[in-house]
Structures are given as structure tokens and as C-alpha cells.
């Protein structure tokens, strides 16, 4: 049957009918649709412990209206992996990347970060920083752009101690849908840590001159507007500048990974990315 025939079974366990469709990931996770229903096999290096914890927070009253619950509030073992079920939502459509909801993103984020920690289960602590780290290390050539992207992260100041709030770790578009209303899904990274690397991806393109500054002033706006945390102060980017650096040296650690592994050149968007690096290794 293979696992995703099983977690196509799982799906119906749960509700969901009709044929089962996989979703499609940039890591070794395993998505399955089928009708209502969504189940996720997880990637093997999950932590289950901490993914059992954030699932339960998920779950929490706390969290209603802003992140979306699990069907089921627990950890399911399929073929010795991590498996978690949930209620299908509508992600952004292609015709609605023009007028994409950052507003509703920011004033949800801003919402998520002002969750008292004392609300939620003990978690662990949110995957920003060990996501950028973890794609940096993951790049195995040693040319020029290797090289670049390297020395961009690891000549990165020692962060400012920061506020330890409620923060989802992996902050872009994809993690929207809509059920109703928007919520923010993907619990894989959501923990307690420095709110700023939420708002560091969308800072990182716009530094690089892939996202709008109009874009960017509507959805930092509607943050700071929403009394989002994060930032503090008269200057955002005092708290943004580092998170921001290490998520474009991130983002252009995994574009390069992607270029290698498809045997193809660095795209425009992805050349972007490494230009930013090499204006962070120059300034």
C-alpha cells in the first residue's frame, strides 16, 4: 500500500472520502487530502514529545481563532512515523496572489504572539533559528555561492536577549487558510522564542526586492496596528535586521539546494536572494 495509501486510510477513518490527493512539500513530509480531511506524515527527525505538546496547544482554547485545531489531538504512529490529522482549509488561490491577505497575517500573528505563555502546555522552544541553521548546513557544494551564503550566516552578531513569547516559527502565506476565516496551520515549529522571526521572511524579500514596499507598510502596519509585540520601539528593524539576515541566508541556502538537486541554474527570484547575501557579507 506504501504510506501514503495509508494515510489515505487514516483519512478515512477520520471523515474524509472521495480519491485521496498528496500535496506536494519541500521536505521529507507526507501530505494527504482526501475530501475534508488532511493527515501528515511528519519528517523522521520529528520530535514527537514536542510535537505532541504543540498539537495540544493547537487544540487549546487559547489558541481558537488563530491557529487552526486538529481533528485529533494527538500524535498518530503510521509506519513508524509521526502522523497528525487535520480539518482540510482553502490556502491561498494562484488568482489571489495579487491581493494575498498579509493584513489578516500580520493581525494573526500579532494575535498568536500575545498568547500568555501560561495558557498552553510546556513547549518547546519555536524552530526559526534552527530552521535557518539546519538549511545553511544542509548545502554540500563548496563553490562561490556555498561559500557566500556561509560566511553570510556565520558572521551574524550574537542576537540581543529578546522577549520568550508564543511564536510560529515558520512564518510565510502557505501557513494561511481559510475555514470561515483565515487561521495560520502548521504547528511543526511553533514554541516559545523571539516573535521577530515571524516576521523575518516577508522582511527578508522585501530587503531583497522581491515583495513590495507597499506590501511591506500594509503588512507591517496591520501588525503594529493589531499591538504586536515583536518589534518594540520607534525603529522595527532594530529587532527585524538579524532575524531577517539569517532568513535570507536561509532562503538562499534552500533555493540553492533546489537548483542542485533539479540540475538547473539559480532563477531570477533565487539570484536575489544570493545578492542580498552578498550585500550582508559587504555591510
Known amino acids: 500500500m506504501g504510506l501514503e495509501g495509508e494515510l489515505a486510510g487514516v483519512a478515512g477513518t ?49 489558541l481558537a481563532g488563530v491557529m487552526l485545531a486538529p481533528l485529533v489531538p494527538d500524535v498518530l504512529t503510521v509506519s513508524g512515523r509521526a502522523v497528525t490529522v487535520w480539518p482540510a482549509g482553502r490556502p491561498i488561490r494562484r488568482e489571489e496572489a495579487d491581493d494575498a ?12 504572539h500575545a498568547v500568555p505563555l501560561t495558557l498552553l502546555p510546556r513547549l518547546p522552544a519555536a ?17 562561490p555561492v556555498e561559500r557566500l551564503i ?15 513569547l508564543l511564536a510560529h516559527g515558520d512564518w510565510h502565506l502557505g501557513q494561511l487558510v481559510f475555514r470561515d476565516r483565515w487561521l ?16 523575518a521572511r516577508p522582511a527578508a524579500w522585501y530587503a531583497a526586492g522581491l515583495l513590495e514596499p507597499e506590501v511591506w507598510d500594509r503588512f507591517l502596519g496591520a501588525y503594529l496596528a493589531a499591538g504586536g509585540p515583536a518589534l518594540g520601539g520607534d525603529d522595527p528593524w532594530r529587532r527585524l535586521d538579524l532575524p531577517a539576515r539569517a532568513v535570507t541566508a536561509q532562503l538562499a541556502a534552500v533555493a540553492v539546494c533546489h537548483a542542485h538537486r533539479e540540475g538547473r541554474e539559480l532563477d531570477e527570484v533565487e539570484h536575489s536572494l544570493v545578492e542580498s547575501c552578498s550585500r550582508i557579507v559587504r555591510a
Do not use: N
Not at 25 to 33: A, N, Q
Not at 103 to 111: H, I, K, T
Not at 129 to 142: C, F, K, L, S, T
Open 150 to 164: 556561509r560566511r553570510a550566516f556565520a558572521e551574524l552578531p550574537e542576537p540581543e536577549p529578546g522577549p520568550g
Open 127 to 143: 524552530g526559526g533559528p534552527g530552521r535557518a541553521a539546519r538549511a545553511v548546513r544542509r548545502m554540500e557544494g563548496d563553490g
Open 101 to 112: 491577505p498579509w493584513e489578516e497575517g500580520a493581525r494573526l500573528l500579532a494575535r498568536l
Open 184 to 199: 495560520l496551520i502548521d504547528a511543526d515549529d511553533l514554541g516559545v522564542g523571539d516573535p521577530a522571526w515571524d516576521l
Open 14 to 62: 477520520y471523515g474524509g472520502s472521495g480519491d485521496p490527493v498528496r500535496h506536494q512539500t519541500r521536505s521529507d513530509s507526507v501530505v494527504v487530502r482526501r475530501g475534508e480531511v488532511v493527515v501528515k506524515a511528519h519528517a523522521v527527525r520529528e520530535d514527537v514529545p514536542g510535537l505532541r505538546a504543540r498539537l495540544r496547544a493547537c487544540a487549546s482554547a487559547a
